[in-house]
């Protein structure tokens, strides 16, 4: 089902915590809400499942304004982060919970609670207690819980924070892989963009109660609109430095490496003050536009090793390269920045 | 510098001596120092009390209950007397009529003692010399008897009057007269030719002792009294409608409550239902009895509208059993609102999130998240409350005193008026002991019961779930 914030306003007291906001989740889709601590992404949920009463705007499940309804009449399916299994009950009663509160009746929930078990592969835990589950199993009983009674949305708040790193790539897949079985129209919301990358279909990123940029992960990832979003998106993370464009070429002050950009973006920043984005990727031994610096840093991560170049004035570039590399902390390299593929933001962080 | 260090040293060895008597306290205060022996250092004091205030008392409330112990025994050791009632006892305890008949009689004996008393109280050195020479060691059973003897001598005194004086101090008898020991009575009871067979002199020994003895009487009295009955009811009556409409009841309303509501309301509620609890317990319980009474608030508020004035709170034992559950309640629903308030503080709000979303309503929430999750603090607060109900009788004693006619006298209560504080002065430590030993005995026996009922190992089993 579709969903539509339409000018979404949220305070708490004098704090207006989101303002504005429009966002259209097209049904079927799973979309994330990426963002740091404070931006307003949990908010976002809250108030999509009715649990936070909106100040201002509209939210529509479908056709139906829901602005008014509240959380116990929305027929939302909400995922917390602490996956708040009621720790009384079995695993049955918590997935059957919302059903016996719909009154139906013993033999439907035992139907509705079996296939949805089944689904999510806890058949055999459903006479055990919360307690006597691992952080995985809770895992899916909280989203058995959240998909038995067929929401019109599924809210995954933080799902995977709580579980430890193997767990939460095998939940990545599962989530992904129910949510698209279903077909149900899921938010995610998260503050990790590997996950937003890997389990949405788009993902809209907040800052300071505003969405920043919505788009299919590798859309966001090659074209992101302001340094914010390209510094949210890939890891290791993107590498700025600062300069001046002449003559549609980009010259590092320190080095005085001259890195040309192409010919729209020199037109538009000529003689003018911008920051360029350089991905790790693109910061190669023998290729490109060589640049001179001393590595600071190296971690190794298997396949590919990360080497910090820091350069005179103390801007650093990241490198990431296949593990045959030689170099050592310490030093002098030349390796080249492929310009092409160099991002290139106006003073006031927007994309040129 | 060399100088001063060679003093010290030389002062050090002058004074060695001295401190001899200070280093083995040195090596005892290290010991103290040893974290091992610390704890038992500072248990101690902890220790000294609970044996003397707790251990001693309950100990000591035990022996009591198998006493006969009261104003009347006394506490220590006590002594044989012969009187009215332990004639009686005589007669209808032991069935010996005839006997206590015989040591109730007077006896007038020309003896020793007799004869110097009569010397001392002026009486002629001749009659008595001669009533000494002619009588001494005679017995007899009337004062008519040895007044005749007294009148065959010849240096007999010449009034009537004289003669009586003289006779009274030969008048004997073990009545009324305390004897440190059981040997020391038979003896004198042999004196007057009363020779008793085993069996008598058992019976005697029993009726004449006035100091306490071991008995299980005080159970037996207390299940053959209706009045025991009538206070168990009572007891009963006032521990559970206490603590189910108040203790728990009113306290888990409060607390409900109060967690929906926003922080500063909640915050002032709960605080005004603090303050019955940090009244003085008198002055609580004197406001109460100014509602009351027939000059007081409820009275002068119904005046007005052709209602007499009355005691509203002694008037029946309905308004009593009312204003005496109404002053416990609201104190005791205090304690209980702050413990299951902090327990429903301490569920996860996630969790009240997640039942929303469920489609919980509130009376759901509270049916299915709320109450399950309050188990252990309602376990606590029954078996505390109903214990410290069983126990306490202050407000009780304050408002009514158990009035009016005994209606609103609980077990505890009574307990206190027979060994300790009644309108007669006559009080039965024994007696009430055992009525003390019951309480005990059944307070235990329910914390056992609730232990069991709510499963408490479960309970303080650590959490499964964080």
């Not at chain 1, 030689?326 to 106006?346: C, K, N, P």
């Not at chain 2, 005080?218 to 603590?243: A, C, E, G, W």
């Not at chain 2, 006298?409 to 007669?424: G, H, I, Q």
Request: charge should be neutral; charged fraction near 20%.
């Amino acid at each position: 089902m579709r969903i539509l914030l339409d000018n979404f306003t949220k305070k708490f007291g004098t704090l207006t915590v989101i303002d504005q906001m429009d966002l259209e989740i097209h049904s079927g889709e799973m979309i994330a809400l990426l963002g740091g601590s404070g931006c307003g992404k949990s908010t976002t949920l809250f108030s999509i499942c009715g649990i936070h009463k909106i100040n201002g705007g509209r939210i529509l499940f479908g056709d139906k304004d829901v602005t008014n309804i509240t959380s116990q009449e929305r027929n939302v399916g909400v995922v917390f982060q602490s996956f708040a299994l009621y720790p009384h009950m079995t695993v049955e009663q918590n997935i059957g919970f919302p059903l016996k509160l719909r009154k139906e009746s013993a033999s439907e929930v035992k139907r509705k609670v079996d296939e949805i078990a089944e689904m999510v592969h806890i058949e055999a835990l459903i006479h055990r207690r919360p307690g006597e589950l691992s952080g995985g199993q809770q895992q899916r009983v909280a989203l058995a819980r959240a998909l038995v009674r067929r929401p019109d949305v599924l809210l995954l708040d933080e799902p995977l924070a709580n579980l430890d790193a193997t767990l939460r790539l095998e939940m990545r897949s599962e989530i992904r892989r129910i949510q698209q079985e279903t077909g149900i129209t899921a938010v995610l919301v998260t503050h990790d963009q590997v996950e937003a990358m890997s389990m949405c279909d788009r993902i809209a990123i907040m800052d300071a109660g505003k969405i920043v940029q919505i788009s299919e992960p590798r859309e966001m990832y090659n074209n992101p609109v302001s340094d914010f979003v390209a510094g949210f998106l890939g890891s290791p993370p993107i590498a700025f430095l600062q300069g001046r464009i002449t003559d549609g070429i980009f010259v590092e002050p320190s080095t005085g490496t001259k890195m040309p950009v192409n010919a729209d973006i020199a037109k538009r920043a000529n003689g003018g003050e911008v920051r360029v984005g350089i991905r790790p990727e693109f910061f190669q031994p023998g290729a490109g536009a060589a640049i001179k610096g001393r590595v600071s840093f190296i971690e190794s991560q298997g396949r590919e090793t990360l080497y910090n170049v820091t350069l005179p004035d103390g801007n650093i570039l990241r490198s990431i390269q296949g593990s045959q590399s030689s170099a050592r902390i310490g030093d002098e390299v030349e390796w080249g920045v492929d310009s092409s593929q160099m991002l290139v933001f106006g003073r006031d962080g927007m994309r040129l | 510098m060399g100088n001063s260090n060679a003093e010290i040293a030389a002062s050090g060895r002058v004074s060695a001596p001295d401190l001899r008597g200070g280093a083995p306290q040195l090596t005892r205060l290290q010991k103290i120092g040893n974290s091992r022996h610390l704890g038992l250092y500072l248990m101690a004091p902890a220790f000294l009390f609970v044996v003397l205030f707790f251990v001693a008392p309950v100990l000591l409330t035990g022996v009591f209950g198998f006493t006969n112990m009261s104003t009347a025994t006394g506490i220590s050791g006590g002594a044989y007397l012969a009187n009215q009632s332990s004639m009686r006892a005589l007669r209808d305890k032991h069935d010996f009529g005839e006997l206590a008949d015989q040591i109730n009689r007077v006896v007038f004996t020309i003896d020793e003692a007799g004869l110097e008393a009569a010397a001392q109280a002026g009486a002629s050195a001749a009659t008595l010399k001669e009533l000494n020479a002619k009588f001494f060691g005679q017995s007899f059973g009337k004062r008519r008897d040895v007044e005749r003897a007294i009148k065959t001598l010849d240096n007999r005194p010449s009034s009537t009057r004289a003669i009586k004086a003289i006779s009274k101090h030969f008048e004997r008898s073990v009545f009324n007269i305390r004897f440190d020991s059981a040997d020391d009575l038979l003896a004198a009871l042999n004196k007057f030719g009363i020779s008793l067979d085993p069996q008598q002199q058992a019976a005697v020994i029993d009726v004449t002792y006035t100091g306490w003895v071991f008995t299980t009487d005080n159970f037996k009295r207390m299940i053959s009294l209706p009045d025991t009955r009538t206070t168990l009811y009572n007891t009963l009556f006032y521990v559970f409608t206490t603590l189910i409409l108040f203790n728990v009841g009113f306290a888990l309303v409060l607390a409900i409550s109060t967690h929906y509501m926003d922080a500063a309301p909640a915050g002032f509620f709960r605080s005004v239902w603090l303050l019955p609890r940090i009244t003085p317990p008198v002055l609580y319980v004197l406001m109460w009895k100014w509602l009351a009474w027939d000059t007081g608030f409820i009275s002068a508020v119904l005046g007005p509208f052709g209602i007499a004035p009355k005691n509203w709170m002694l008037d029946s034992p309905t308004n009593a059993w009312t204003f005496i559950i109404l002053i416990n309640g609201m104190v005791g629903a205090s304690m209980g609102m702050l413990i299951f308030a902090s327990a429903i503080k301490a569920i996860p709000t996630s969790l009240f999130y997640a039942s929303e979303v469920d489609g919980a309503t509130r009376a759901q929430q509270i049916r299915h998240i709320i109450l399950p999750q309050l188990r252990f603090p309602i376990l606590f607060i029954t078996s505390y409350q109903t214990l410290s109900l069983l126990t306490s009788f202050e407000f009780i004693l304050l408002a009514t005193e158990g009035g009016p006619g005994g209606s609103t006298e609980v077990w505890a209560l009574s307990t206190y008026f027979k060994a300790l504080n009644n309108y007669a002065g006559s009080l039965e430590y024994g007696y009430g002991a055992a009525l003390a030993l019951v309480l005990v005995v059944v307070g235990v026996a329910m914390s056992i019961l609730y232990l069991k009922l709510f499963d408490f190992k479960t309970l303080t089993a650590p959490p499964k779930i964080e």
